[in-house]
């Protein structure tokens, strides 16, 4: 099986920590040359500090506010004009909890423009290095609402259904060049923003974390949460050469918690 990624450059957003910062590393592993992007440079210092490398291999940092278009893409197409990226991580820390009759349309446009249209603005600067090499990686990091929408999280479930659609679309666009477009799905993985779900969840209901927790473990039938390792490493294989014919699913990793097909 064809994992080498010797001779790529991979940008992994979302990256200073959990699962963007456990897929940076998993593609390290597989002789990437990795760039981290998040908000907070300290951080992502740290990050590329501890990366794997093989002693040929060049890591860095792109200090980034993805909400920032204009910023983003100039940023991007900068890293890209100077070494072009041939895998793209898309990756974003998720959108607060609530129902979704209640959200005002603000909090809607602002998950937007940090997940689909960042996410766009990051593709199209790195598209011309993808083309001319004739290949290249897209996964984007959403949800298992996608299938499934969740309780409580109504505009997350909104806004990652259209990166979906929006991904899919583009698999189809660009199979052509050598460019496949995925989508995993983490289910209830030890991250911060699990931490915040299940915060949100206990001040609603009135119950425990611990019960919160207990519950939700419940649901999973291997019986236990995800450790972001678990989702980067199939990131990594969907970025791989051995991946070349998967394109345009979705696919889940939550332990078979979803109970449809």
């Known amino acids: 099986m064809d994992l080498n990624l010797t001779g790529k450059h991979a940008l992994v957003c979302g990256a200073s920590e959990g699962i963007g910062r456990a897929t940076a590393h998993e593609l390290a592993l ?3 040359d990795v760039t981290v992007l998040a908000r907070r440079a300290d951080a992502l210092q740290e990050v590329v500090a501890a990366l ?3 002693g040929s291999q060049q890591h860095g940092w792109i200090a980034a506010d993805v909400s920032q278009h204009d910023a983003l893409r100039a940023q991007v197409e900068a890293l890209a004009a100077g070494k072009p990226v041939h895998v793209v991580v898309n990756n974003t820390g998720g959108p607060p909890g609530g ?3 209640t959200a005002d349309a ?3 446009l602002d ?3 940090k997940h689909l249209l960042a996410n766009q603005t990051i593709v199209q600067a790195v598209l011309p290095g993808m083309r001319g090499a004739n290949w290249g ?4 990091v959403i949800s298992t609402s996608v299938k499934e929408p969740i309780v409580g999280l109504g505009v997350s479930n909104t806004i990652r259904g259209a990166v979906a659609s929006w991904a899919k679309t583009l698999s189809r666009e660009l199979a052509p060049f050598g460019i496949t477009v995925n989508n995993v799905l983490p289910g209830y993985t030890e991250t911060g923003r699990i931490t915040q779900i299940i915060h949100d969840r206990a001040q609603t209901s009135g ?3 611990a019960d919160i927790i207990d519950g939700m473990r419940k649901t999973v039938p291997v019986g236990r949460f995800a450790q972001p390792a678990e989702i980067g490493g199939v990131i ?5 050469p051995a991946a070349g014919y998967v394109n345009g699913v979705s696919l889940a990793i939550d332990g078979g918690r979803m109970q449809s097909i």
């Open 30 to 32: 597989l002789g990437a």
């Open 52 to 54: 794997p490398h093989n």
């Open 99 to 101: 129902p979704a009759h």
């Open 106 to 108: 603000t909090a809607f």
């Open 111 to 113: 998950a937007f423009n």
């Open 137 to 140: 990686r897209i996964v984007n």
């Open 207 to 209: 119950q425990s974390e």
């Open 236 to 240: 990594a294989f969907l970025c791989s």
